[in-house]
């Protein structure tokens, strides 16, 4: 009988790894972060027919290719839910959409999700704009959602989750109004998917010339990177900003004196950054 053994990763290989990741993502692992590593990349030697650690970093040198995509996307997927920390959504819903749509109806207002994973988040601001506007049709309120990963983007876009991932964060009467039953899969409504749009972007590289947003949302990322890596996200999130935009940031994270742009703003205990000139 035959026995697959896992491949060994060497320290240099590992060292090899933690370069690449750095220098593709701004993710700052080290070497106690081996058992993350292997977890996530030896079914990758599986899923593209690699024997070795070493074979796969041949094939990722290559940015555009299937093989660094695919790790890019196995390092950067994390946990999430629908409504994951929920104070931020309460915040969403209670004071800033009221705050831009309270003296003008007919206001535009765009919202970002960035780092968005596998859409849970964009699809959970969806919802809420659903429920205290009612008709999305006569509101000028648009979703857009970033990740680096191709193909957890596309993933995204398809609005489909197993009833596991519906039942993490969800009501079952919120499950029934927001999606249909497609098999054994459940689809978010197509009201609700026609305002949320996903595209791919690495928020460390410099901003090209996009959209502004009234609010933006990028939580559990900052934690990640490097000191240098966290000023400049929060340049580039800044940039993405209309005046007096509004950041929302994960509940571990934090915002300090150093990285200027923003000013901090506290409402019913949720936190939250405005955008200063």
Do not use: W
Not at 75 to 103: A, C, M, Q, S, V
Not at 114 to 119: E, K, P, Q, R, V
Not at 135 to 160: H, M, N, P, Q, Y
Not at 194 to 203: A, Q
């Amino acid at each position: 009988m035959v026995v697959d053994v896992a491949p060994t990763m060497t320290d240099r290989e590992l060292q090899r790894f933690i370069e690449h990741v750095k220098v593709h993502t701004g993710i700052n692992l080290d070497s106690s972060k081996r058992y993350l590593l292997e977890s996530r990349l030896g079914p990758i030697l599986q899923k593209l027919s690699l024997n070795s650690y070493a074979d796969l970093l041949r094939c990722v040198s290559v940015e555009s290719s299937i093989e660094n995509q695919t790790l890019i996307s196995a390092i950067t997927t994390n946990e999430t839910y629908f409504f994951r920390d929920e104070h931020p959504f309460d915040l969403l819903k209670y004071k800033l959409i009221p705050d831009l749509l309270g003296e003008n109806e007919q206001a535009i207002v765009k919202i970002a999700s960035a780092a968005c994973s596998s859409g849970q988040e964009a699809y959970s601001m969806a919802m809420v704009l659903k429920e205290i506007l009612f008709d999305l049709t006569r509101f000028r309120v648009k979703i857009k959602a970033f990740d680096i990963s191709d193909e957890i983007i596309t993933t995204a876009s398809r609005g489909e989750y197993s009833s596991f991932e519906v039942q993490r964060g969800l009501t079952t009467e919120k499950i029934r109004c927001y999606f249909d039953r497609i098999g054994d899969h459940y689809q978010i409504k197509p009201e609700l998917r026609s305002i949320v749009s996903f595209s791919k972007k690495n928020l460390l590289k410099p901003v090209e010339p996009i959209e502004k947003f009234n609010i933006i949302f990028c939580r559990n990322v900052v934690n990640y990177f490097e000191e240098n890596d966290r000023a400049q996200l929060f340049k580039n999130l800044a940039s993405m900003l209309l005046p007096n935009g509004v950041l929302v940031i994960g509940a571990t994270e934090f915002l300090n004196n150093q990285f200027g742009h923003f000013e901090k703003k506290v409402d019913k205990g949720s936190v939250y950054y405005e955008k200063v000139a």
